[in-house]
């Protein structure tokens, strides 16, 4: 999140309205930035913590779907320049 920060990408997100699926870590970022809903709130009138609705959960599934092929590509990338950078590929 460090460059994103440092390039400003995320105030030229919200500066353009872009809507954007990201990860936990950018959670504050934004009216454009969408995070997963976080398991496990704790109910301060209660002491317990709390599941996570229906409408909570579905939206989890929704983003997964959205983005899961990104992460797919993104370690199938690295596990290729991994393989291709070993020793036994040098030879």
Known sequence: MGATREHQIIDALNTAGISTVTDTSYQGGGPSIRV???GRRL????GRYLRLSRAQ???NSAQDRQRCPGERTNAHRKSWQSSARSPAALK
């Open 43 to 46: 109910n301060p009138d209660i």
């Open 36 to 38: 997963s809903q976080l």
């Open 57 to 59: 959960k579905q939206f």
